[in-house]
C-alpha cells in the first residue's frame, strides 16, 4: 500500500522593522498537490533506468515532480521535472553504478511541489540489483575485443594479442529497455577504474604479445598492471609511463628493481647505479653518497631517473657553504638518457641532478653524440631545482637580483659565459662517443665552485649507412646525420644505404617527394644542409652559404634564408617552436628570388603532430636575417593577409584579433621581399 505523507514547508516570516511596506508578500501553504502514481517499476538494474507515471492536480500552479532514489538515508539520484498545469508525467531515473554495493531495496520517492512551496511525498520501494550481461567489450582505438564471463562472481577477461600497453575503456552491453549503457574508464584523482568514463585505462603487461585483460563487474578490479618493487616496496605509479619511489639509499649497498621484463635493455644512469653481475640486470649498486633520492622508472624512455630529495616531497638543495645533496642542470644539447628527452630550459622536466660523489662534489657524466652534443651545446648549473633561487654564473655580479654563485673552470674544452652557461671552447667538439665527466667542487662555497671536465671512456656509436645520391651522411649523434651538398632547383635527391628508410615527414619548404625515398629540390639552387633524423624518420634541411661558412643570411637585397623565432611556427611540428632562443630559429628558404615561402598544417599548441608547425592561434614572433637578432623593416600585410594576421607596436607577427586558424588545415605563409630586406611583405592563403 503506498504511503502518503503531506510535509509542512517551515518557513519562520517575522515582521522587519527596517522593511519596506511595499516589499511584496511571500505566498506559502502547507498542502501539497493531490499527486497519484499512476504506475512505477518494482525493481531496476544499477546503470539502468527506473520508468515512472505519475498524476498531479492542485489548486495552486504545479511547480515540480522530482523522483528520487536513495539507498539508506542517502539520495543517489534523482530526476527532475518542471511541472506548470494538471496533468500526468511520465520519465525515467538512472540508477548509479557503484562498486561493491550490494543487491537490495533502495526507496524510489516522488516529491511534488507547487508554486507556493507545498509538497507532497509518496515512497515506494525499489528492488536494485546489479546486472550480470553476458558479456563486456572492451575497446582500444577502433578494435573492439569482447569479454566473457570467466566463471568467477562478475569477472569478466579477454585474451588475444595486445600491445605491451593495450589502453582502452570498457562497456556493457543494452543493460534494459532503454538501451542503457555503462562504460568504464580511468580516474587517476581516484586512483582506479570508474564508472560513466572512458578515460583511458592504463593497463600494462611485461611485454607485447598474447596475454589476458580482466575486470570485475563488482569491485571494479582489473588486470594486469604493471608491480614495480624496489627493493620490496611497491613504486607508486605517477602516470602512465612513470613510477616512483622515494627512499633512503645507501653508498655501496645493492638494490633489486622487479616488474620490468625487458629491464636488462633499460639506461640505469651510471653516475648513480651500476650493475655488478651482468647475469642479474634487476640488481643495482648505488654509487653516490647516502641519502634520501627519489627512483623514477620511465617507460618510454626505458630509463631510471634519481633525483636527490631533502623530503618526500621536496628536491634537494645546496647550502652557501657548499654542504646539501644536490646541483641540478638544464639547458640545450643536453639530456639523458638521450639528447631528446632534455632538450630545452623546461627544469620541472629537464633537469638533471648530478650524483653527489663526495662531501661537496657532484658529477653528471654524458656520452657525446648520446647524451650530450658533440658540437654545440648551451647548459649551465642550479642548486635547487627551480629557477631564480640559485644559480651559477661565470663571474661575480652585484647587480645581479638572485641568488647566485661563481662556477670557473681551466679546461680548454668548455668555456662558461659571464652568466654561467656552458659552452664549447673555440675550435673545440668532443668526440663523438666519448664519455665526459662534469665534476663541479664546491669545497669553497657556492662562491668559489670549481668544474673540471675529463674524458674517462668511450661508448661504440655503431654509424648507420646511409647516403643522399650516393655520399655518405655524416653521423652527428646516435639518430642525427648530415650532408652538406650544391644543389640545383628541381633536382632529385635519393636516400640510399643499407640503413635507408621511408620518411615519415620530409620538410615541403626544401622537397617535394618523388619516390618513396627520393625527393626534387623546391627552393632555389644554391648550398643545402641535408638532415636525416633515424629516430623521428624526418628529413629536413638548412640553407647554407655558397662557401659552406656557415647557415645563409638575408643579404640585403632579399636573397639568402629567413628565419622565423617566437611564437606560432615550430618545425617539424608545433611544439617544435623556438620562442626567442635564437639557435632554434626556424629556417624559412627562398622559392624563388626574393620570396620566401612556408607550407604548413595548423595544429593545436603543443602539437607534436608532425607537418602540423603553425599553431591555430597564439603567435608573437619575427622573421629575421639569422639566427639572431638582425631584423627586418617593418612587416606590412599584402591584401587579403588581413583576414588571418596583425602586426602588433612591436613588430611582432600576431593572429587577428578573434581569428582561430582551422585546425588540420594546410596554409601557405609567404614573405615577399623583392624590394629588399627593409620592405618586407607578409601574405597567408589557406590551400
Avoid at 498542502?31 to 507515471?53: C, L, N, Q, W
Wanted: proline share 4%; net charge negative; aromatic share 10%.
Amino acid at each position: 500500500m503506498k504511503t502518503l505523507k503531506y510535509i509542512a514547508l517551515s518557513l519562520l516570516v517575522a515582521a522587519s522593522t527596517t522593511a519596506c511596506k511595499d516589499d511584496p508578500e511571500l505566498l506559502t501553504t502547507d498542502v501539497g498537490p493531490e499527486m497519484t502514481v499512476v504506475s512505477a517499476d518494482a525493481s531496476g538494474v544499477y546503470g539502468g533506468k527506473v520508468d515512472f507515471e505519475v498524476t498531479m492536480t492542485d489548486r495552486y500552479a504545479l511547480s515540480t515532480l522530482k523522483a528520487q532514489v536513495f539507498f539508506d538515508d542517502e539520495m543517489v539520484a534523482e530526476e527532475v521535472i518542471r511541472t506548470k498545469s494538471d496533468g500526468t508525467y511520465t520519465g525515467a531515473v538512472t540508477l548509479p553504478f557503484y562498486k561493491n554495493i550490494p543487491d537490495g531495496e533502495a526507496t524510489l520517492r516522488f516529491v511534488g511541489q507547487n508554486v507556493r512551496f507545498g509538497t507532497t511525498t509518496v515512497d515506494r520501494p525499489l528492488a536494485v540489483s546489479r546486472p550480470k550481461p553476458a558479456y563486456l567489450t572492451f575497446f582500444l582505438d577502433d578494435a573492439e575485443y569482447r569479454m566473457e564471463p570467466t566463471g568467477n562472481d562478475y569477472e569478466y577477461a579477454v585474451t588475444d594479442e595486445f600491445p605491451q600497453k593495450p589502453q582502452g575503456y570498457i562497456a556493457t552491453p543494452e543493460l534494459d529497455a532503454a538501451g542503457s549503457v555503462v562504460t568504464f574508464g580511468y580516474d587517476s584523482g581516484a586512483g582506479g577504474i570508474v564508472s560513466d568514463s572512458t578515460d583511458a585505462i592504463p593497463f600494462a603487461n611485461s611485454n607485447a604479445g598474447e596475454f589476458t585483460i580482466t575486470f570485475n563487474l563488482l569491485t571494479f578490479e582489473g588486470s594486469p598492471f604493471i608491480k614495480l618493487l624496489f627493493g620490496e616496496t611497491e613504486m607508486t605509479m605517477v602516470d602512465n609511463d612513470n613510477y616512483s619511489i622515494v627512499t633512503t639509499l645507501t653508498q655501496n649497498q645493492t638494490y633489486t628493481l622487479t616488474g620490468v621484463s625487458d629491464f636488462a635493455d633499460w639506461d640505469i644512469d651510471r653516475d648513480f647505479f651500476e650493475r655488478a653481475d651482468a647475469s642479474n640486470p634487476e640488481a643495482l649498486t648505488f654509487l653516490p653518497m647516502s641519502g634520501m633520492y627519489k627512483v623514477t622508472a620511465n617507460f618510454k624512455h626505458s630509463y631510471l631517473r634519481i633525483e636527490a630529495m631533502k623530503s618526500a616531497t621536496e628536491y634537494a638543495s645546496l647550502a652557501a657553504d657548499g654542504s646539501g645533496n644536490a646541483i641540478w642542470t638544464v639547458g640545450a644539447g643536453i639530456g639523458k638518457p638521450v639528447i631528446k628527452n632534455g632538450d630545452g630550459w623546461d627544469m620541472g622536466s629537464t633537469g638533471l641532478c648530478l650524483a653527489r660523489v663526495a662531501d661537496k662534489k657532484f658529477q653528471i657524466s654524458l656520452v657525446a653524440g648520446v647524451s650530450i652534443n658533440a658540437s654545440n651545446f648551451d647548459f649551465k648549473f642550479f642548486w635547487p631545482k627551480d629557477w631564480d633561487k640559485g644559480e651559477f654564473l661565470g663571474k661575480t655580479d652585484a647587480s645581479f637580483a638572485n641568488p647566485y654563485g661563481v662556477l670557473t673552470t681551466t679546461s680548454d674544452l668548455i668555456e662558461i659565459s659571464d652568466g654561467g652557461n656552458l659552452g664549447l671552447a673555440e675550435g673545440k667538439t668532443l668526440d663523438l662517443g666519448g664519455i665526459y665527466r662534469f665534476t663541479i667542487d664546491v669545497s669553497g662555497g657556492t662562491m668559489a665552485a670549481v668544474l673540471t671536465v675529463e674524458k674517462v671512456g668511450e661508448q661504440e656509436l655503431p654509424p648507420a649507412d646511409i647516403t643522399v645520391n650516393g655520399t655518405p651522411m655524416a653521423q652527428l649523434d646516435v639518430d642525427n646525420y648530415q650532408l652538406d651538398l650544391d644543389l640545383t632547383q628541381g633536382q632529385t635527391l635519393t636516400l640510399g644505404g643499407a640503413d635507408a628508410f621511408t620518411p615519415a615527414w620530409i620538410n615541403p619548404d626544401f622537397f617535394e617527394a618523388a619516390s618513396a625515398t627520393s625527393v626534387k629540390l623546391v627552393p632555389v639552387t644554391g648550398k643545402y644542409r641535408i638532415t636525416a633524423n633515424l629516430a623521428t624518420r624526418v628529413i629536413d634541411a638548412l640553407v647554407l652559404n655558397a662557401d659552406g661558412s656557415g647557415l645563409a643570411t638575408l643579404s640585403d637585397d632579399g636573397h639568402g634564408a629567413v628565419y622565423f623565432i617566437g611564437y606560432g611556427i615550430g618545425s617539424p611540428a608545433a611544439v617544435n617552436e623556438p620562442g626567442w632562443t635564437t639557435e632554434k630559429g626556424v629556417c624559412v628558404p627562398e622559392s624563388a628570388p626574393g620570396i620566401y615561402t612556408m607550407t604548413a598544417q595548423a595544429g593545436l599548441e603543443g602539437s607534436t603532430t608532425l607537418g602540423q608547425r603553425f599553431r591555430v592561434s597564439g603567435w608573437s614572433g619575427k622573421f629575421f636575417r639569422n639566427r639572431g637578432w638582425d631584423g627586418l623593416g617593418a612587416f606590412t600585410l599584402a591584401p587579403g593577409a588581413e583576414a588571418f594576421f596583425s602586426i602588433a607596436g612591436d613588430g611582432n607577427i600576431e593572429i587577428a584579433s578573434g581569428v582561430t586558424l582551422e585546425e588540420g588545415a594546410t596554409y601557405r605563409l609567404t614573405l615577399d621581399v623583392t624590394a629588399g630586406k627593409d620592405n618586407p611583405v607578409l601574405s597567408l592563403v589557406k590551400k
